[in-house]
């Protein structure tokens, strides 16, 4: 915890890349704090900003999980409350969109990016002066060493098609909502299982977050 009475509060809610899941399950679940992108951005915003990770493997934006042994992972139910928790917020960064890509949901591009329209609804009833940055995802890689045997049943060829659709649509809704916006796919990219970012990635993420939030 940032101790700094006068530090900057920085919320980052996602799904599993927030969390920091590591690419590949068969050598650690996740990547230890000093490498995840939360862990990244906080070294470099420095005392001045309080980073607080909230990040939960499955979360989709405003969907219950298929698998009824998953709860909690509608994004949209829990993140009232996390505001509420972590208030008051000056930034707060979305990153969500992939998990909604799963072929269970065979949700649109288009309607992926609108669920996010709650979100900063939530924040804008919380405080006007929060500023909301959205992150589009990261690419799905369909072709990665490890893509078929980790996710074979939950994400296809369409799915790795409509992440690369992803970011137009967010984009389209930062403009609409008077948001930031970052594209993750131009600096970061996943690894081994094509879903989760490589290690470097996170890094590559936390720069241009850092300087987005610092001109924000």
Not at 68 to 93: A, E, M, Q, W
Not at 119 to 138: G, H, M, N, W
Not at 185 to 211: C, M, R, W
Request: proline share 5%.
């Amino acid at each position: 915890m940032n101790t700094n009475p006068q530090a900057k509060v920085v919320l980052c809610y996602g799904d599993s890349n927030t969390w920091g899941q590591n690419d590949d399950k068969n050598t650690g679940s996740r990547y230890p704090v000093n490498i995840r992108w939360t862990g990244k951005l906080q070294e470099l915003l420095g005392n001045n900003y309080y980073v607080i990770e909230e990040g939960l493997g499955g979360r989709a934006t405003d969907l219950e999980h298929y698998n009824p042994n998953k709860p909690s992972r509608n994004g949209l139910t829990y993140f009232v409350p996390c505001l509420t928790s972590h208030s008051p917020t000056d930034i707060v960064v979305i990153m969500l969109g992939t998990n909604d890509l799963k072929v269970q949901y065979s949700r649109p591009v288009t309607e992926i990016a609108d669920a996010l329209k709650p979100f900063i609804d939530a924040v804008r009833e919380t405080s006007q002066e929060t500023k909301i940055l959205l992150v589009s995802p990261i690419y799905v890689n369909d072709s990665a060493p490890k893509f078929d045997e980790y996710y074979h049943d939950t994400y296809d060829k369409q799915s790795a098609e409509k992440s690369k659709q992803l970011a137009t649509e967010i984009q389209r809704v930062a403009s609409e909502t008077g948001s930031l916006f970052f594209d993750a796919s131009t600096v970061a990219k996943a690894g081994l299982d094509g879903i989760h970012f490589d290690e470097q990635s996170h890094l590559t993420l936390a720069q241009p977050l850092a300087e987005l939030i610092q001109h924000a």
